[in-house]
């Protein structure tokens, strides 16, 4: 039976960090550290007056801001933002951008995945990538209420124009939030013809505390906590002593997801209504 010690949990506050010329760089998901071979996750702090400039080459980056500097920026594609918590860019390969820390410090969750096979990509025509905020994304609800979650990147939420969010299955990715008493289904993901291997997936949290179960073990999380699911290995996130925010990384978005528990309210999720008292509209999956 799988256990807690088949997952990978880093603390990404005590985690060895690399001097750079942005500040500091930790990698906290990695091939070496978690055995992830399509994924790579950085947390990476941004010292006050400095500027952290991604270049995504052949790869999909996604960046993504856990606190905010007080008076920093984000510039992506010519156009320049404010910085703010849950705001960041999609990457695609060959494009750029650039964060700037002024007033403080600013605290960025960075991941890089290579660009995937045709067959994983679906005849979506891939790119370009995109600045985000928590204004733009749409958010989703389960039935129970007791989760909610704004999608950064992935390729089947629709915009309110009936856009893709993204067009590319490199990596499906976004920040969750728990209410007192949320938890995920007991659940699994598999591979699939296009992606044999499975996903790379983690959890990476912010504020809060987490209890993450793998069979009859499980081990509380604390916030800046990191753990990986190697593809196949069961598993089920509650909050716990309160609510819970934590972000969420699939790469590739190729994959199939068993349900071992019967939940059957975690498994739809619902746009939130346009204005007040207007239906739901249930998120397909497929």
């Not at 510039?75 to 999609?90: F, K, Q, R």
């Not at 196949?232 to 978005?253: C, K, M, N, T």
């Not at 999720?269 to 999956?285: L, S």
Request: negative net charge; glycine residues 12%.
């Amino acid at each position: 039976m799988p256990t807690i010690d088949d997952v990978s949990i880093i603390n990404s506050n005590t985690a060895e960090a690399e001097t750079v010329d942005s500040g500091l760089a930790r990698v906290i998901c990695s091939d070496d550290l978690c055995g992830s071979k399509t994924l790579t996750v950085y947390r990476r702090t941004v010292s006050d007056g400095r500027t952290f400039a991604p270049e995504a080459g052949g790869d999909y980056h996604l960046v993504y801001t856990m606190a905010a500097s007080a008076d920093g920026s984000i510039t992506y594609n010519g156009e320049s933002h404010a910085s703010e918590d849950g705001a960041g860019v999609l990457l695609a390969p060959g494009e750029s951008a650039a964060f700037e820390a002024a007033g403080s410090d600013l605290e960025l969750l960075h991941m890089v995945t290579p660009k995937p096979p045709a067959a994983i990509e679906e005849g979506m025509p891939g790119g370009p990538g995109y600045y985000f905020n928590r204004e733009t994304l749409r958010p989703l609800s389960d039935a129970s209420g007791g989760r909610v979650r704004r999608f950064c990147a992935e390729s089947t939420v629709k915009l309110l124009d009936g856009s893709r969010l993204t067009s590319t299955n490199a990596i499906q990715a976004g920040e969750m939030h728990y209410r007192e008493g949320g938890s995920s289904p007991y659940h699994q993901h598999v591979g699939t013809d296009a992606n044999p291997d499975g996903p790379a997936h983690c959890y990476m949290t912010f504020k809060g505390r987490g209890l993450v179960e793998v069979g009859e073990t499980s081990q509380e999380l604390e916030p800046g906590t990191l753990v990986f699911f190697p593809s196949g290995v069961p598993h089920r996130l509650h909050a716990h002593g309160g609510s819970l925010d934590y972000f969420e990384i699939q790469a590739w978005r190729s994959f199939k997801t068993n349900i071992f528990s019967e939940e059957e309210l975690g498994l739809r999720w619902y746009y939130d209504p346009e204005t007040p008292g207007a239906e739901r509209v249930e998120w397909d999956q497929s």
